[in-house]
């Protein structure tokens, strides 16, 4: 029996529990691609690819090459432009996609949240007068605060930002979750932290630092996601098994 080849877009946690489900299957065989945006990435249960694909054009040709059955986006749920790509690329060779999602935050009683769409949306937010705030962004997008230089931002990623930010004052703490919430607590008193600055990423990892806020009271700007466009689409793993499952078994199960 021809094994199924099934590409993973990467870079989550989710993404590598994915890998690690399917790679004991003897009928698929899995690929995990990865950005190379991290520079110390985890290790990954199948062989990996790592690097952009040049576009979406670029992703259909490697789609078409390597005979690739199933798409499988499990990108970051603020990677936009790959999932843009992705869609595009699939739809271009009649490559069946999936994406896998984890669900973003919900607010409850207690959180000071101002929702905004984008990045630049929540430095307006920030407003004019001076404040310590958190940034628990990534390092990719962290330069849209450079047009906000009157507040003093404490930067935390994985890996530190390149190139620094032309803000006066900045300070950096390079650091991978998951963080507990004690830990969250006494780091935002212990830089006496007016504000977070956080995008609804969605997931247990992170979420100390909303919790945290919410004990401490202080507002929180959050970026949220924008809608999915029809591409079918699980937020647990079992739920993406059972819908690659369907495709793997000749069906396409797109768009619901």
């Known amino acids: 029996m021809d094994k199924k080849r099934i590409l993973i877009l990467g870079g989550t946690a989710e993404a590598r529990e994915l890998a690690g489900r399917l790679a004991a299957r003897g009928d698929l065989e899995v690929t995990l691609s990865l950005a190379g945006r ?31 059955d199933l798409l499988v986006d499990a990108t970051h749920p603020f990677a936009r432009q790959i999932s ?14 999936l994406r896998l999602q984890r669900p973003g935050w919900q607010k409850v009683e207690g959180d000071r949240w101002t929702c905004v769409a984008t990045l630049q949306d929540a430095v307006a937010a920030l407003g004019e007068a001076p404040m310590r705030v958190f940034l628990a962004i990534g390092r990719q997008e962290t330069h849209h605060v450079n047009a906000a230089p009157q507040h003093a931002y404490l930067v935390r990623s994985v ?3 390149e190139p620094p930010l ?15 919430v004690d830990d969250e607590i006494a780091l935002l008193r212990d830089h006496r932290i007016d504000a977070l600055v956080s995008k609804n990423s969605g997931g247990a990892a992170t ?40 495709v793997a078994s000749g069906g396409r199960k797109r768009g619901v």
């Open 84 to 97: 843009a790509n992705a869609e595009r690329a699939a739809e271009l060779v009649e490559t069946p996609i």
């Open 159 to 161: 890996d530190p930002v």
């Open 207 to 246: 979420y100390a630092k909303i919790a945290a806020a919410r004990v401490l009271g202080l507002p929180v700007v959050m970026v949220e996601r924008t809608a999915s466009r029809g591409v079918a689409t699980a937020e647990t793993i079992d739920g993406i098994l059972s819908l690659i499952d369907h």
């Open 166 to 180: 032309t803000v006066p004052h900045a300070t950096y703490l390079l650091a991978r979750g998951p963080f507990t």
């Open 38 to 68: 991290t520079l110390d990435p985890a290790p990954q249960p199948v062989p990996v690819r790592t690097g952009g694909f040049g576009g979406a054009d670029g992703l259909a040709g490697y789609l078409a090459a390597q005979q690739i």
